[in-house]
């Protein structure tokens, strides 16, 4: 086991993993998916609904998935074979895993390949080069996504090449604290420009009577892509982190450091909203957003050629340039999920299993580059659908197959207080009725339009 272990690579201590971790969860989910999501289904309470579902429905997923993959050692596919060695139905759960990854992985490169290509064409903007920032900046521009998602799709599989410990905890450690920090700076500054004040209002003060099932439900997916929970991301992780870690502190870490950002998040560009909107270009329309997925990029680049001159340049190219590494550690984790797949069920060697997967993902990011109303609808299915699904079947499997005793026997490993702690007692009841029931509720509820 030791040397199984050694071979699949290792965490280099707790910080580590809850770098890597917090690197997936922080990413595009934070800042593209979050804003666009509350301010379209009512800010403030689609905020209130968010944090409840992260905290009291992610977080214990959360440790769900961890302890199926500490204590298998397995890829998604593999976890439920080796917990469930009798039945290999429950393999199911892992593939729809699997295919989530892969579906999310397709879109998710060509809108991280947007936020590379708008550090050129915040660049060129300042340079004065008005022609090539434009090019640049082109989201609906077919040859223009397809090559930034070669870029970043490339970049992807280079670090997952390299193993798990390296590239990752690196690109985290600092660059994470150099994210918060700049969105802290310009939310200040967002703060003192004329409109802001109508979206905090909008973000901040939760309009009840405007609770749906639709709002609910957008609130639950968003919470579980946030998290990076239903489809294996993090049972991967968890499969590389040493025993004397403690789950449960690890997890809510994440959970915390996660919706902190998407929270920074919103009060920078919901605010930015307002104000683009009072410059004269046009984002709410009829009453309601006019949506898409290219929304930050039309928001956020009017701000900073507002503030202009140098300081202008450097946080517009500065958060570019950071928001692509936070995607960078996403796709990271998604593309591993799939990778570790290859290397421990079909005894692929990880530097070819990287590229052969990557390669085949990057054919559906070619072909949504050149179609981007695909990114809504394959959202929808895999994001939006696909992770609470997978979350739902991850608590029942947890709940009802290999039972609450057996996985909370993997949370106490490394957590010297369980005995007396607050989690060995609310853990197996979210785990076995709160969580699978509230999501299925929603699920239902949305699909069948039964509210
Ligand atoms: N959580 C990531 C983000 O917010 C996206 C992601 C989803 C990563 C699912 C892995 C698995 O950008």
Redesign the pocket.
Known sequence: MAEATKERGIWSGKLAFILAAAG???????I??FPTEAASHGGGVFLLIYLVFAFLIGYPVMMAEMSIGRNSRKNPVGAFKFLASDNKLYMLIGAWGVL??IM?LSY?TVVAGWTFSYVFEELFHFMGMAELSNWFGDTSHGINNALFSVLFMSATIAIITGGVAEGIEKATKTLMPLLILILIILIGYVLTQEGSAKGLSRYLTPDLTKINAEVIFAAMGQA????????G?IITYGSYLPKRENIAGAAAYVTLF?TGIAFLAGLLIIPAMFVAQSNGITIFEGGGLKAGPALIFQVLPNMFHNIGGMWGMVFGVGFFLLLSI??LT??I??LE?VTAYAIDEHGVQRKKAAMGVGSGILLVSLFISFDISLIGTLDLIF?SIG?PLGGFLICLFVGYKWGPQDAMAELEVGYDQFEKSIVRKAWPVFIKVLAPLAILYNLVSTLFGTF
């Open positions: 997936s969860a922080v990413g595009l989910g934070n593209w998916r989530c990854g999310i998710y579980f892509f946030s998290l990076s929970l239903g489809m991301a996660d936070a995607a996403s796709t984790s998604l999920v994001s992770l």
